[in-house]
């Protein structure tokens, strides 16, 4: 089954304690991206990369990193988590960045609450 | 600053009746321009999408509706269904950035 996998689904940690949260899709998509979806707010991409070890800033990149070493994989790295980071949390991929094959697929999403 | 809005934080509609979300944008590079709907717990789904070089494209019941010179977009769901309750973002894709920017979502309620 085609799809996007994120892990955890659910995490609540404490101020400056790192964590990761996993994405991996099964799809051969070049192109992965991480949302994060905030009342009032839509969803914000972070982070995106258009193939293994290109990654560039979306519009919220502040206190986030990310990696492509693989194809599958785009992990969310957040080094010293912060209370303003308490969100939900989305990683997406699609076959190509733009064009007829811009639709992407998310993930079921990552509930993050940082106290 | 908000590239892409969606004005409408909520609609209500009858059950049979349609459906109209809008959505405006700013930036006259977005390309390509598509409608994702969430369902609570899930993550958003694909829903129909349109090129800038188009004003219309359907699918189903599903037709959505570009005006460039407005830069205004709108997804008419004819008819509404029950099952269609749920939060509907649009999104913008700037070519030449490569980024793709959403809505911030209207929560439509279909009432049967």
């Known amino acids: 089954e085609a799809q996007v996998t994120q892990n955890p689904r659910y995490l609540i940690t404490v101020t400056g304690k790192k964590l990761t949260v996993t994405c991996s899709q099964n799809m051969n998509h070049e192109y992965m991206s991480w949302y994060r979806q905030d009342p009032g707010l839509g969803l914000r991409q972070i982070y995106y990369?258009?193939?293994?070890?290109?990654?560039d800033k979306g519009d919220v990149p502040e206190g986030y990193k990310v990696s492509r070493k693989e194809k599958r994989n785009f992990p969310l790295i957040l080094e010293s988590p912060s209370p303003n980071q308490t969100s939900l949390y989305f990683c997406a991929s699609s076959l190509s960045p733009g064009g007829n094959y811009n639709e992407q697929f998310f993930g079921p999403g990552t509930r993050l609450t940082v106290l | 600053d908000q590239q892409v809005k969606q004005n409408s934080p909520s609609l209500s509609v009858q059950e049979g009746r349609i459906s109209i979300l809008n959505c405006d944008y700013t930036?006259?590079?977005?390309?390509?321009f598509l409608w994702y709907k969430k369902y609570p717990a899930e993550g958003p789904t694909f829903l129909i999408s349109i090129s800038s070089i188009k004003d219309k494209n359907e699918d189903g019941r599903f037709t959505v509706f570009l005006n460039k010179s407005a830069k205004h977009l709108s997804l008419h769901i004819v008819p509404s269904q029950p099952g269609d309750s749920a939060v509907y973002f649009c999104?913008?894709?700037?070519?030449?950035?490569?980024?793709?920017?959403f809505g911030t979502g209207t929560k439509l309620q279909v009432i049967p």
């Open positions: 990369s258009m193939n293994v070890e290109v990654t």
């Open positions: 999104a913008a894709f700037d070519g030449g950035y490569q980024k793709v920017t």
């Open positions: 930036n006259s590079m977005f390309d390509y």
